[in-house]
């Protein structure tokens, strides 16, 4: 059975920082397409980046680029996402997914609540 549990989420002020995980288990992270994605209350779920199993690259979302990081420790299992200068527009639920070759996902985590205050 797959499992995808993100942390690392909570309230924290614009301009600031947060870094969430995502630890995996029933999966072998080194062998996945990983990603991020976000739903905002009333919005539909966007998505964020992904970390690339066959070749180490990652993808961004175009509002997030420059700002987000996401990175992954295989021996961990666990795929993380550095946000530096949140803003409250990036208040959101935070998923963490499996993605398979056909870059479609397999898996999603519960997800964790970001708050940016203003």
């Known amino acids: 059975q797959v499992r995808l549990v993100e942390s690392g989420g909570g309230l924290v002020q614009a301009g600031g920082s947060l870094r969430l995980s995502c630890a995996a288990s029933?999966?072998?992270?080194?062998?996945?397409?990983m990603g991020w994605f976000r739903q905002a209350p009333g919005k539909e779920r966007e998505f964020l980046a992904q970390s690339r199993w066959t070749d180490g690259g990652t993808d961004y979302g175009q509002f997030v680029k420059g700002r987000f990081t996401i990175s992954r420790d295989n021996a961990e299992n666990t795929v993380y996402l550095q946000m530096n200068n949140l803003k409250p527009e990036d208040t959101a639920v935070y998923y963490c997914?499996?993605?398979?070759?056909?870059?479609?996902?397999?898996?999603w985590g519960k997800g964790t609540l970001v708050t940016v205050s203003s």
């Open positions: 997914a499996g993605i398979n070759n056909g870059f479609t996902v397999d898996y």
């Open positions: 029933g999966l072998t992270v080194s062998r996945y397409h």
